[in-house]
């Protein structure tokens, strides 16, 4: 059954403002900071030590460093192509169809001048196409020791995330990082992860790789579609018990996968998947019943409605030891889970959410409140958005968009008043 609560629970991950001056640090504690934070600041060249307390009022002559390990994807890209992005930066670089694309954010519209920290992998000489805002640049590389070259200025018309194209022209090079004297680079490939909220009922809006519309979530669980490399996935996972115990599966529906071991790497327990080639667009339902069986655990059962049969799909139910509960705790988030996909953008609706308590009385859910993880909320990431899109709440992430929505706030979506229909005792149960 659904829990009566009225308030639902939704969240994301960043920080909201970056204009204060950057930490001043001496050139040899960037490279320590850089491989834990990927943000970092160092002296210019021309400036020495001493100078690092005059230059914290005029931080500009300090630059700001971009790693490519943490802050760049490889977005274009043949059939086999052998380009990676490791802990050293772009290598392997073989073919000059392939485009790098490296991020920093702008808080507000100026200039910013651009360097590449680059050195070649064997070979005299490569050359580089950076393209930026739509401006090309032309560096030649030259000599195995790491260096900066420098790029150019360009002017950005206002806030929000500035993408650096890299394009090999010639082979045989190595790229670490960018520089800029302006703007925020902060390990843009983490995970952009639960964006929270309390919904039953999502339209996907977009489907890209990667993506996982969580809708039903729960203390204990959640339920939700998934999509992956090849195929699409409607799943329904439930954590072991608080003490360890271990959650079984009493049975499961037709057609339905067992795949309990780890949960996508967050809990042990168990979990199940249903192949199904869901349709962005198409707007999904899911009910999830959970009820105390009175003899010491909770059984957890979840429906998947398909608009394309017209009909409520049986998704498994779980039986929780060590644990007596109805539902509570009711969140969804949608969440990029392939880090090099942080480069695409992927959206969705929930609306229409209800909650049925043990009398059978149905109360429909209107509030949510909007938060993020740690991604967001140390500012790794700012593309991230979240609240009321007509009738229904919106969750929006990655994509590297300029206009983000602060976290840590309450929203109120109006009420259908349009109560489920659907039987719950009638509802299949193999």
């Known amino acids: 059954m659904f829990d009566s609560s009225s308030e639902s629970n939704m969240s994301i991950s960043m920080d909201d403002d970056y204009n204060s001056p950057p930490t001043i640090v ?58 990676v992005i490791n802990d050293n930066g772009l290598a392997n670089w073989n073919s000059a169809s392939t485009i790098t694309s490296a991020y920093f954010r702008m808080a507000s519209a100026g200039s910013a001048t651009i360097g590449l920290d680059a050195y070649l992998a064997g070979g005299n000489n490569s050359t580089v196409r950076i393209t930026v805002n739509g401006t090309a640049f032309t560096v030649q590389l030259a000599g195995t020791a790491p260096k900066t070259y420098p790029v150019g200025t360009i002017n ?21 990082g960018l520089e800029c004297d302006r703007g925020l680079c902060n390990q843009l490939r983490q995970r952009p992860r639960k964006l929270l909220l ?7 809006g977009q489907d890209v790789v990667g993506s996982y519309f969580m809708v039903a979530g729960f203390d204990g669980g959640y339920s939700g579609i998934q999509v992956k490399e090849n195929q699409r996935w409607v ?31 967050e809990a042990t327990g168990g979990q199940v998947y249903l192949v199904f080639n869901w349709v962005a667009g198409n707007m999904y339902k899911f009910i999830t019943r959970t009820r105390p069986d009175g003899a010491g655990s909770t059984l957890y059962s979840a429906w998947f409605f398909a608009p394309e049969s017209n009909t409520w799909r049986y998704l498994a139910t779980w039986e929780r030891p060590s644990t007596t509960a109805y539902q509570s ?17 992927r959206r969705v609706l929930f609306g229409n959410q209800w909650a049925r308590n043990v009398n059978g009385t149905w109360s429909e859910l209107t509030a949510a409140r909007y938060t993020g993880d740690a991604t967001a ?16 709440f919106y969750l929006r992430n990655g994509g590297l968009f300029a206009d983000y929505v602060s976290l840590n706030q309450n929203f109120t979506r109006a009420a259908t008043g349009l109560k489920p229909t659907v039987d719950v005792g009638t509802l299949p149960t193999q």
């Open 26 to 83: 001496t050139p040899s504690d960037v490279s320590t900071r850089r491989r834990h934070s990927f943000l970092s600041v160092k002296a210019a060249s021309v400036l020495p030590i001493r100078s690092l307390v005059a230059a914290e009022e005029d931080y500009k002559s300090y630059r700001r460093i971009c790693s490519v390990a943490g802050n760049a994807f490889i977005t274009t890209a043949s059939a086999g192509a052998s380009e």
């Open 198 to 204: 309390v919904i039953p009922r999502p339209i996907v």
């Open 156 to 176: 950005v018309a206002a806030q929000g995330y500035v993408k650096v194209d890299l394009q090999g022209v010639t082979k045989d090079w190595r790229c670490v």
């Open 235 to 265: 799943l329904f996972s439930v954590w072991d018990a608080d003490n360890g115990q271990k959650t079984t599966l009493v049975n499961k529906g037709a057609e339905v996968v067992d795949n309990s071991m780890g949960v996508g790497g």
């Open 377 to 392: 909320s140390n500012a790794q990431r700012m593309d991230y958005a979240g609240g009321v899109d007509s009738r229904r």
């Open 329 to 345: 705790g009711t969140y969804s988030f949608l969440e990029n889970f392939i880090d090099t996909k942080g480069y695409t953008g």
